[in-house]
């Protein structure tokens, strides 16, 4: 069972950057698609962006194309968000996710981290 664990959250202002990490043990992340949501105070969690096992194909919900690039290192056994441009509304907790098949659908993740508070102020 692999087990998750975000790193990389702050408070920033906009327009900063930032990079989330998403450390994995018990279990190597090459055979995992790994994917990044989101939960803000008072809403539901939601997709952000995701990556399939072999890093060939990535996936962006609209409000963050262009702004966050997931990517994945699987000789540390990582996965990554660069997030530019940041704005107010992507304040919210993230949280890294796996999964045993590619694909983006929240009920297909297995695994999941404890989350990383992104606070963006304007």
């Known amino acids: 069972q692999v087990q998750l664990v975000e790193s990389g959250g702050g408070l920033v202002q906009a327009g900063d950057s930032l990079r989330l990490s998403c450390a994995a043990s018990?279990?190597?992340?090459?055979?995992?698609?790994m994917g990044w949501f989101r939960q803000a105070p008072k809403k539901e969690r939601e997709f952000v962006a995701a990556?399939?096992?072999?890093?060939?194909?990535?996936y962006y919900t609209d409000s963050v194309k262009g702004r966050f690039t997931i990517s994945r290192d699987n000789a540390k056994n990582t996965v990554y968000l660069q997030i530019n441009s940041l704005k107010p509304e992507d304040t919210a907790v993230y949280y890294c996710?796996?999964?045993?098949?590619?694909?983006?659908?929240?009920?297909?993740?297995?695994?999941w981290g404890q989350g990383t508070q992104v606070t963006v102020s304007s």
């Open positions: 018990g279990g190597t992340i090459s055979t995992y698609a």
């Open positions: 990556i399939n096992r072999s890093g060939g194909s990535t």
């Open positions: 996710a796996a999964r045993h098949t590619d694909g983006i659908s929240i009920t297909g993740y297995t695994y």
